[in-house]
């Protein structure tokens, strides 16, 4: 199993820019994909990115193309969403996943373990 630790959510202005971190223990030495997905009140969770456990493959949803950038330092068990050019619609709670089969979903169901989500507010 892995234990995933989300933070650097904030209050920003639009146009600004977030950086967030995802801390992963226990088994870290397995592979895993790692993705980060987002909640905002009353709505779905939503998937923003997702980095293969090889770092060779990104994919990011079309709302975030562009401003966002998913990362990992292996040798911290890191992941990071680096946040530019943000607007009042990516308001939501943000959570880091990891998918154990290594798939190359945007499913939030094929995902087995979560944070417990940073927020992220994003004012006019």
């Known amino acids: 199993q892995v234990q995933l630790v989300e933070s650097g959510g904030g209050l920003v202005q639009a146009g600004g820019s977030l950086r967030l971190s995802c801390a992963a223990s226990?088994?870290?030495?397995?592979?895993?994909?790692m993705a980060w997905f987002r909640q905002a009140p009353g709505k779905e969770r939503e998937f923003v990115a997702f980095?293969?456990?090889?770092?060779?493959?990104?994919y990011y949803a079309d709302s975030v193309k562009g401003r966002f950038t998913i990362s990992r330092d292996d040798a911290k068990n890191v992941v990071f969403l680096q946040m530019i050019r943000l607007k009042p619609e990516d308001t939501a709670v943000y959570y880091c996943?990891?998918?154990?089969?290594?798939?190359?979903?945007?499913?939030?169901?094929?995902?087995?373990?979560w944070g417990q989500g940073t927020q992220v507010t994003v004012s006019l």
């Open positions: 996943a990891a998918d154990a089969d290594i798939g190359l979903s945007t499913d939030y169901v094929r995902y087995d373990y």
């Open positions: 226990g088994q870290t030495s397995s592979r895993y994909t």
């Open positions: 980095l293969t456990w090889s770092g060779r493959t990104t």
